[in-house]
C-alpha cells in the first residue's frame, strides 16, 4: 500500500496541507462533511463523509491510510488510541493521540507544561469550587482572572474574564456546566506565537511572530515579530522548542505565548497542527508550515534552515462580518488596491460573523513596505465588518519607523553641527535617531550601541567628532556597517586635528570622511547608499541634485539679467 | 447564474490556473478525460469528461460556465466560433477563437506576425514544393534550415533541421503527410521568452526569462534573463507586447524569441495561454501567470506593477525517464538536498520518456544563490534520466557577473596605489570594473561614464585621485551613487592636497573620503555599502573583521610568549 495521509477535519488547515501534498503527489483522504474545504481540492472518492468525532468513520478512515494526523485537536482521541492498539489497522498517528488528549483540555495542557518545568500564568482547578473560592483568588492574584472552560474552548470561546467579585456568579453561568478552571491575568505588551516541526530528528522553530487578536480572535500576524529584541526572539523559540519537546509525536504545533513588560514570555497555549499564525509561511518561507508538517509526520528530510524567512510578511484574516457574502466583498476590494497580497480564500459558502473565510498575506522587502501594502486592506477589512476604522498596532513602526540612520556624536556640543544634515534626514523623510555616546566617557555603551545597530534597523552611522575625534573610527570598529565621519571645527587648528583623526585611519576600518563641519554631505552619503538598495531612497537623492542644478541655474539667469553689481548690491 | 470558468483542457496548465482560481473562490469546469492533473484539484460533479477536440463535449461545457478558457491549443476552434456565434451560449471565450486557430497553425502564426509587422525568422511555405524546391531554399538561405510540419507541433514534435540536401528526402518522409512550411535557421546566442497578460486595460509583460531546452524540451528558465544587458531586456518585452498586441482575446500569452549574436530580437514562438516559461511566477513574483490569466480573462484588476520579480529564480522541469517512477526519484533526491526549492507535481501518474511530470522553482536574493541551490538538483534529474552530467550554462553568470563597484582613476600612475584595494574586492569576490576617466582631460566620457553607471548595474563608485584631484567629486557631481574618494600622495604636500580637494566637497554633492592611499578601506567600505542591502556583502565584512580580530590577537599571543625583544629581532 503507497503511503496515504488520512485527516480528522477537513477545515481551511487540511485544505492547505492537502495543497502541499498536491504539490508532492502525497495522497490523501480526509474525514468530515460532505463539501468541506479541505475535499473541495482533493478530487477522488476515497473520501469519509462524517464526523471526526465519531468513531465508526475514524475507524473507515484509517483503513484507507498509512498515516492519521488531525487539523483540528476536538477529535476522539479514545478511537486514535483504540486503532493505534489495535495491530489490524497500519496507519501510524501522529502526533500522538495522548498529546491531543493532554493539550484537548486546557486544564491538563497547562498542568502539563507546568510539570514539564514550562512558565505559563499562574492557574487553579475549579472543580467542586464555591464562588467563594474564587473570591479568595481574586484577593490573593488581583482583578481581572480569568474563568476559562477546559474543554471545547477556541477563538475565546469559552473564556470569561472576571473584573471583580460581582463578575464571578454571571461568569461561571455563562461558562455553566463545563469544567472550568482560573488563570491569573498576564499583564502583557504583546503576543508572540512561534510554529515548531517536531520531526525524527529534532524539533526546529519558525521565527517568532507578533499575533494581534481583536475579540478574542487572531486578526493579524506580523513576520517577523516587530519591535522585540533579538534576544527575546531567541528566547520565544528557546521556550516554545522546549515545550513542544515535553509532547509526544510528530508534526507542527503552535505555541502561542505572551511577551511580558520585563521581557519575559510565558507560554498561553499549544496547537498539535498547523495553525493560523503559521499561514504566512506559505509566501513568507521556502517550506510552508504545511509542507513541514507533511515532511514531519511522513519522515521526509526537514532542516532548521528550511524554516528561514524569505521576506518580512504580514497575515490579515478575513473574518465573516454582518452579510453572507461580507469575505468576498474584501476580496473583491483588496483585488482592487493591490494584487501583490495573496488572498486565499477557503471555499466556505456564506459567512458566518466571526468566522475565519480566508486570509491575506502580504510579503515585502521591508517590513515597512509590507505594513503601507496591508494597510488599507485592514481598513477595507474592518469596514466591511463594520468595525470602526483603526489600525491595530501595538507599537505602530510606521508612526515612528525604525531609525534606518543613526546621528552619534561624543557630546551635545557637537549637535549645532549636525542640524543641517538632520534637517535633510528630516526633509527627506529618512527615519533617523540622534544619540549620545562617547568613544572617551562612556566607551562600553558606545560599543554596545555600535554592535547593535544593524539588528535594530540602522543601515548607515552618521559620527561627529572634534579634536582627538574618536567616535566615527571607533564605532566603526564595532560594526560593519557604513560609517561617516563628520570632522568638527575645535578650538585649535580649523578643523584639520579632527578630519586627520577620522579620514587617516588604519587598513581594515574604513571611515568615509566628509568636509569639516559638512554634516549636509554626510546626510546626502547617508541617503545615497540607502539608494543602493532602496529605490525610494535614490529618487530622493535624485531629486536634491535635480533641485540644487535648477537653484544654480535660477541664479544665472538672475545674474545675467541684473548684472553682476546690481546682484553684489542685493546679496549684502 | 455566478462566475463559472471553463476549461479546454485539464494538463498542468489547467492545474495550476486551478489551483489559482481555488485561492479566490472562482469556479472552474474542466473538459478532459477522467482523472486528469486539473480535475484532482477541484472536486466537484460538473466537470466533463471527453475531449477537448470533440464538439459535443465542448459545447456541454459550454453550458456549464460563463467564460472559456483554454490550456492547450490544440482545440477545435470550429466549436468556439460556434458557441460564439449561438446566442443560445451566454460562454464568452477568451482568448478568441480566430486567435487559436491562427496561433495552432505554425505558418499561419509567422504569416500574421510577419504582415503585422513583428520580426521573426524568414520562412516559406511548401505547399506544393519538391525535394528540389527545398534545395532551392538550401542555396538561398544556406544549411541547416528547419523543415517544421503547420500543425499539431510541440516540445520539438514536428520540426526537422535539414543539415544538407541529403537530408530533405529522409525529412520530408518523416513529417510525411502533414502541411509543411520552411524556415531559415536562426543563429541565436540565447533563447528568451517573455509571458504577455492582455487585459481589458492593456498589454502588460512579466520580465524576460532565459529559457533553456534539451532535446527540444524546455528544461531551465532563468528569471530574469542572465546575461542581457538592460536594454535588451527592454527591447524584448517591447517585441512580446508588440506581438500580443496583434492578437483578439484576453488572457496570458506567451512569447519565445531568439536573442541574435548582434543583439536583435526574432519572435519564434507564440502560446495563447498560460506557458512553462512563466511557472517560476508561482513563487518567483507577487502574482503568478495563472492568477494574472484568471484577472485578464474575468476583467480583475491588474497592472504592470503586479508582474514584478520577487527575488530571482530559476526553473527546472521534472521530465519522465526511463522508468515510470523517474520523476518520483527526482522528487525525492531534491527533497533530500533542500527544501527551499519548490517542488510542483502534476498527478499524472506513471512517466513516459520526456513528457513534463512536474516542475521545480528555486528562488534566492541573488541569482547567484539561486545556480547554487539548484545545481545539484539539475545533476540529479540528468543522473535519473540517464542524461551525462552537465550544467547546462549558455553563458555562465558566475563568470563575468555585472560590476557592482566601479574603480576609476584619471590616470594609470593611480593604479598601484589602488592596487590593495582591488586585490581586496577579488578576494571577496565582489564583481568590479576598473576605468580610466579623466575629469580633466576627458571630462566629457568621465560624465557620461558616472550618469550611466547605475544603469550598467554600478552601485558604489571608487576614484582615486591626486594633486587638484578632481575626480571623486565630478563623478559625485554626475551621479547619485555613493562615491568613495581616495586621495593619493602626489608630488607635494604628502597628499595633503590631494585630501583636500576631496573632502572639502561644497555642500550638496559629498565625496566619502578615506585616507591617503588607502584604496584598502576605499574597498572595505564600497564592500560596507553593498552589505546594506546584500546580506552576502555584509557577511564578507563581518568574516573580514573577525579575521583581522583574529590575526591581532594571535600575534598579542606570540608577543606575550616570546617576550617584546623577541618578537622585535624576528621582526626585522
Redo the contacts between chains.
Sequence with gaps: MDQVVGFLGGGQLGRMTI?AA????IKCVVLDQG?SPA??????AEHVDGSFKDPASVKKLAEKCTTITVEIEHVDTYVMEEIEKDPNFRAKIEPHWQTIRTIQNKYNQKLHLHQHGVRTAEFEDLEGKSEEDIKTLGQKWGYPLMLKSKTEAYDGRGNFPVKSDADILEAMQALGGRPLYAERWANFKAEVAVMVVKAKNGEFAYPPVETVHEDSILKLVFAPARNVSKGVLQQAQKLATKAIGTFKGKGVYGVEMFLLEDDSLLVNEIAPRPHNSGHYTIEGC??SQF?AHL?AILD????Q??L?L??PSIMLNILGGETTDSH?KV?MKA??I???A????Y?KGPARKGRKM?HITV?AKTMAQAEALVQPIVDIADEVRGKPQKWIQLQPSSQSPTPLVAVIMGSDSDLPKLE?GIRILDKFSIPYEARITSAHRTPVWMAEYAESA?LRGI??IISAAGGAAHLPGMAASHT???V?GVPIKASNFDGLDS?FSI???P??????????N?S???A??AI???????PEA?DK??A??EQ?KNDVLAKDVRLLEEGALAYLQKMS
Excluded at 39 to 44: D, E, G, N, T, W
Excluded at 342 to 345: D, F
Excluded at 528 to 534: E, K, P, Y
Design positions: 495543497e498536491n504539490d508532492l503527489n463539501h475535499k473541495q481540492v482533493l478530487a477522488h521556502y517550506m509542507q515532511h521526509l528530510p526537514i532542516a534552515e528550511d528561514e524569505r521576506e468576498e476580496k483585488l482592487h493591490t494584487r501583490k495573496h488572498i486565499h480564500m471555499g480566508g510579503t543641517a544593524r543601515k548607515v560593519c556597517l557604513p561617516i578630519m579620514v587617516q585611519m587598513r581594515g576600518v574604513p571611515v568615509a570622511t566628509v568636509g569639516v559638512n549636509t554631505n554626510a546626502l552619503l545615497r547608499i540607502l539608494g543602493v538598495g532602496d535614490w537623492t535624485v536634491f541634485a540644487n
